[in-house]
């Protein structure tokens, strides 16, 4: 039993060997080393998962994995299982090449190869990765959506500004144009008046006739003033 794992241990420090050393590097035909095992299990994992169902809540990892359809791992020795193998209180204090012996034994106990559980880790990242690319089309198709709505929304406030702006500015120029009216009919009314007063002065020793501007007082004062 124990061999199988030792044997995984080995393959790995020689590869490691081999790559600080190139001389030591396997040569055509040999064994293939743990990181070319690695390579060729991502290899034979689909690069985008497909969801088959709807996830409703992104926060839970495990509803992702369902709907990515990831198949159990062999005894349930998913990469998680691994995760939480290597955190328990027996192990998790020793140096990392006992900790990783430990769990091989233990996984060969139960009939599990390493690579199955690879493979699951594997499989995991790329449905969290595909789910990332998901959400990432789901946030930018949501950003275009509402900077079209909001830019339509900024297009008519624009309008609406610029048509009471004009309203404005056409009262205005009523006014003014009342005012110049108002001003050009007030010099003639006391010219008018003037020349009746003078005519009336003739008669008179008090002269009853105004020449001057009247104060006028607006119609709702005067209507509150007889009340």
Aim: hydrophobic fraction near 35%; charge should be neutral; proline fraction near 5%.
């Amino acid at each position: 039993m124990t061999k199988k794992w030792y044997n995984y241990i080995v393959s790995i420090d020689e590869d490691s060997a081999g790559a600080r050393n190139p001389a030591a590097a396997p040569k055509a035909g040999a064994p293939k080393s743990a990181s070319q095992s690695v390579a060729e299990i991502a290899a034979g994992v689909a690069a985008e998962p497909k969801f088959t169902n709807p996830i409703s809540d992104p926060t839970s990892f495990e509803e992702i994995y369902r709907a990515a359809e990831i198949p159990a791992a062999p005894q349930g020795y998913s990469i998680l299982k691994v995760a939480q193998m290597l955190e328990s209180e027996h192990i998790r204090n020793l140096p990392s090449d006992v900790k990783r012996s430990s769990v091989l034994v233990a996984l060969d106990a139960a009939g599990v190869n390493i690579k199955d559980v690879i493979q699951d880790a594997v499989q995991r990242d790329r449905a969290l990765d595909g789910y990332e690319r998901v959400q990432q089309r789901a946030l930018n198709e949501l950003e275009t959506a509402k900077t079209k709505e909001n830019n339509q929304i900024q297009a008519d406030i624009d309008k609406y500004v610029t048509e009471q702006r004009a309203k404005m500015q056409a009262n205005s120029d009523a006014i003014s144009r009342e005012r110049e009216r108002f001003t050009g009919w007030r010099l003639k009314k006391q010219q008018e008046e003037k020349k009746i007063a003078d005519t009336v002065g003739y008669f008179v020793s008090e002269n009853p006739i105004t020449t001057g501007e009247q104060n006028t007082t607006p119609t709702s004062s005067k209507a509150s003033q007889k009340s």
